[in-house]
């Protein structure tokens, strides 16, 4: 009996569901780099460099620990450079008896790994992916139980479940769920702030860049630098390293954005996770010791727990809850075409041409760069939100589907119509003058709304509200923004609507061919 064992691209884990309970004497693995999954959206050159990097090392590792592994390589002649083809390719070449695979992370690929019993004629279980801590089933059953699907509810059952920073099983550590109060500070001028570490390319590292570079000419962003961990030892070297340098100040200046600080004190671990390098367990696990251990305050390891056991385990609760059809939605009928600033940076808005900036050299924003900027501006502009996912989708290095789609088109564009958030995160200037360095630098004053000087933001938020009243008017968290807008003069409401309609006609749209 042999079995044949696919490995995707975001299961570089070697407890992963599929090895478990086999023997690798009767075993065999294949991984493939195939062009339909790094063409299907244009991704960023870095992040198939990252992925066919770590696939490689991966592939060593298994190995090692004595499975055999049939890598199939991009340029090998025979690659049919599709997931399927290549199963049916390998349940062919070592006449497996059966197929053993983990559920892929996105509905297109789950509809793939359905139809490899079809095509290859063999018994195929597809197992529950148990790197996450909710199950598909376990989250589906949570939202039937609810009538909003709050996150910090779900949240707060998890820390119950699991123990996490919990005392007693009621009693949170600290006696409070949260400490977000203590968080998110105004960032001061002058600090300094440590850079994830640098990791050189070794030689398989070399030879992936270099075919990255021959076969995705045309894909968005740039190979250099390229300083990712591709291995799991790279990764938890990057997981320790942000523990006992950044995890301390993680909550302070969670929010914060100043110009050429990249990472602050942000984790940059999200590759790692999400190609499953490192596994969410170990990273709470990490948090929590550093905790215990008194190296870390409860505010910071409660906020960058609840990034992990909360919003990450929801997110992709979400995106399966929602179904296959949630990128499609677009509950505020939201049609604009991307501007093309998106992709080439080319705006006199200093916080958008910092965020797209950054984005273009290291595929990474952090969470209120992608949030309060870059999402900002695109449902404020009233752009497409499937347009707007698969710019994400593209440009950063740890972007999935059921990663994205819930940030996108739920938290970010409000496009599910409050499914995941109860109101939509729209900010003016003001947020991002408070939180940033940016509008000190910018051609714009944060503080017009009208005139020829003024922050496109602040006319935008204002015409957001007021262009979608019949939408959003009767939601009770937007009750002030409306009586604001409403005590606002005639005179007033019509300049600043005129201002906003003048910022839209000025937009240049994307070419669309930038994405798919
Ligand atoms: P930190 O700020 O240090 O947080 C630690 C970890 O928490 C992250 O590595 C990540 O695994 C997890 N996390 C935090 N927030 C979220 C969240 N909302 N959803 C899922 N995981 C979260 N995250 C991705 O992993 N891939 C994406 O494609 C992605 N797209 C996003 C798009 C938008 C519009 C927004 C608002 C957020 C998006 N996020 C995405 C979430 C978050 O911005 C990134 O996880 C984070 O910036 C990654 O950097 P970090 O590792 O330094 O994170
Ligand atoms: C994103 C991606 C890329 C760029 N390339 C591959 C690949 O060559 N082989 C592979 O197995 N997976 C790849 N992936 C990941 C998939 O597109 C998809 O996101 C995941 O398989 C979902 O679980
Ligand atoms: Fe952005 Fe407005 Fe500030 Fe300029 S003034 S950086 S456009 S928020």
């Given at each position: 009996m042999t079995t044949l064992i696919p490995i995707l691209a975001d299961q570089l884990t070697i407890g992963l569901a599929s090895l478990r309970d086999v023997d690798p004497a009767d075993a065999v693995i294949l991984m493939s780099e195939v062009r339909a999954e790094a063409t299907y959206v244009r991704h960023y050159k870095k992040k198939i460099a990252f992925l066919f990097s770590a696939m490689r090392h991966h592939a060593e590792a298994l190995r090692a620990a004595g499975w055999t592994v049939d890598y199939v390589r991009f340029d090998d002649p025979a690659n049919t450079h599709t997931l399927t083809g290549e199963v049916t390719r390998a349940a062919a070449r070592h006449r497996a008896t059966r197929v053993r695979a983990t559920e892929a992370g996105e509905w297109r690929v789950l509809a793939m790994q359905d139809a490899w019993g079809q095509a290859t004629g063999l018994p195929t279980a597809i197992l529950a992916d148990d790197r996450f801590l909710v199950s598909r089933a376990e989250f589906a059953a949570w939202a039937a139980s609810r009538k909003s699907l709050t996150m910090e509810y779900f949240y707060r059952e998890l820390r119950q479940r699991t123990g996490v920073l919990m005392d007693a099983p009621s009693a949170p550590t600290g006696g409070k769920w949260n400490f977000d109060h203590d968080n998110r500070k105004t960032p001061p001028h002058g600090l300094n702030y440590p850079l994830p570490p640098r990791f050189e390319p070794d030689a398989i590292t070399q030879d992936v860049l270099e075919l990255v570079a021959r076969e995705f000419a045309e894909h968005f962003g740039y190979l250099d630098p390229f300083w990712f961990a591709v291995t799991r030892e790279g990764a938890l070297e990057a997981l320790a390293d942000f523990i006992q340098i950044a995890l301390p100040r993680f909550g302070d200046y969670q929010d914060a954005m100043i110009t050429g600080q990249e990472f602050l004190c942000h984790a940059v671990i999200s590759p790692y996770l999400n190609s499953g390098l490192l596994t969410p367990r170990e990273v709470i696990a990490a948090a929590q010791d550093a905790y215990h251990a008194g190296d870390a305050p409860l505010n910071a390891t409660e906020g960058f727990v609840r990034q992990i056991l909360g919003w990450r385990e929801y997110v992709r609760g979400i995106y399966f809850h929602a179904g296959p059809d949630y990128h499609q939605r677009n509950a505020l009928d939201a049609t604009r075409p991307l501007p093309a600033f998106y992709w080439t940076g080319e705006t006199d808005m200093r916080c958008m041409a910092e965020s797209v900036g950054q984005t273009a050299r290291e595929a990474y924003a952090h969470h209120i760069q992608r949030l309060m900027v870059l999402g900002n501006f695109a449902m404020l502009a009233g752009c497409n939100p499937a347009e707007v996912s698969d710019w994400y989708l593209v440009v950063f290095i740890d972007a999935y589907e059921w990663v994205e789609d819930p940030n996108v088109?739920?938290?970010?564009?409000?496009a599910d119509g409050g499914l995941m958030g109860s109101k939509p995160y729209a900010g003016g200037g003001n947020y991002i003058n408070t939180m940033s360095d940016y509008c000190g630098r910018c051609a714009y004053n944060v503080k017009q709304r009208t005139g020829p000087k003024a922050c496109p933001f602040n006319a935008l938020y204002w015409d957001f509200l007021a262009r979608n009243a019949p939408k959003l008017r009767a939601n009770f968290r937007l009750r002030n923004m409306y009586t604001t807008w409403d005590r606002m003069s005639d005179i007033a409401q019509a300049e600043t609507r005129a201002q906003a309609a003048t910022t839209l006609a000025a937009l240049v749209p994307a070419d669309p061919g930038w994405a798919r």
């Open positions: 088109i739920g938290m970010s564009q409000y």
